[in-house]
């Protein structure tokens, strides 16, 4: 809903990216120790950086869709372009969390390429659904009721509200495979040295995995039964949930004092996450 000056969707963006600028700040010296201070440059660095780096400098081209003055309204070109670089933006930090996601179950299954081709034919199928959802158009849709005096976010119509929520529906059954799957290796496990499930869960993404499940489905259901002045207001939220919990997540691979937790210090580790050690050397299945 649009009330007097204020744009309900935008503030929620708002606080999205100050949350996100904030883990930035805290995470900024693990950043430098884990990742810029060593001597190797792997793809594992390569997707980091471009995770960490696309997700705080693509806030701009959003920042200016939120708040441009003048706009002249969602529908002005300035705005279409606008909205094109971000969900572009949203599109390839979606794409690099599921290559880092869809790496590390493969590395929990010992790189078992059914799993590895299951994972590739399920993302497949969620970017081509993704891929249908942004760029028909269907019919020409109604001018808003309101006009906004700043920024560029409008109303999402029904039609094009399914068309989000599908796409954001072909992610969640990515997501939710990964965290199925990923849960699953852990609860077989028979010998856990001196870390707690709790532990394991957070070391090995399986909680940062289910957050994204359920941030996914709280987006669908936001684009389906929400206002259409609201329908957005989860979506670069969510996006900028997963680029922050991804970075955590290949941080914590690279920790020592995280990865140290009940394994010897004498075993050395790998900081690729598709690397089958950074399971084996750590845990036995039962």
């Known amino acids: 809903m649009m009330y007097p000056g204020i744009n309900v969707a935008a503030c929620f963006n708002v606080a999205a990216y100050v949350l996100f600028l904030y883990d930035y700040t805290l995470t900024f010296g693990r950043e430098v120790d884990l990742f810029w201070c060593q001597p190797r440059r792997t793809w594992a660095f390569a997707l980091f950086i471009a995770n960490r780096y696309i997700g705080l400098l693509g806030r701009v081209p959003a920042f200016l869709e939120n708040f441009l003055p003048h706009s002249g309204g969602s529908n002005s070109p300035r705005c279409q372009n606008l909205h094109m670089c971000d969900q572009l933006v949203m599109a390839v930090l979606q794409l690099i969390g599921a290559i880092i996601m869809m790496m590390r ?14 994972f590739v034919t399920v993302a497949l199928i969620s970017a081509g659904i993704c891929c249908w959802a942004f760029i028909y158009r269907g019919p020409p849709l109604p001018p808003p009721k309101y006009m906004v005096l700043a920024g560029c976010l409008g109303p999402i119509y029904p039609s094009q509200a399914l ?5 954001w529906g072909g992610q969640l059954l990515f997501d939710a495979l990964i965290f199925v799957f990923t849960l699953w290796k852990l609860a077989r496990i028979s010998t856990r040295g001196e870390r707690t499930f709790i532990d394991m869960l957070i070391r090995d993404g399986t909680l940062y995995f289910g957050v994204m499940t359920v941030m996914n489905v709280a987006n669908i259901i936001v684009f389906l039964v929400a206002n259409p002045w609201v329908k957005s207001v989860l979506s670069s939220p969510t996006n900028l949930l997963c680029a922050a919990l991804i970075s955590r997540l290949m941080m914590n691979l690279r920790d020592p004092k995280i990865r140290g937790v009940g394994v010897s210090t004498m075993q050395g580790f790998t900081d690729e996450p598709w690397s089958p050690a950074t399971y084996s050397e750590v845990y036995h299945t039962a």
Do not use: K, M, T
């Open 105 to 118: 179950v493969y590395a929990f299954y010992n790189q078992d390429r059914r799993v590895l081709a299951l």
């Open 163 to 167: 068309r989000y929520a599908a796409a």
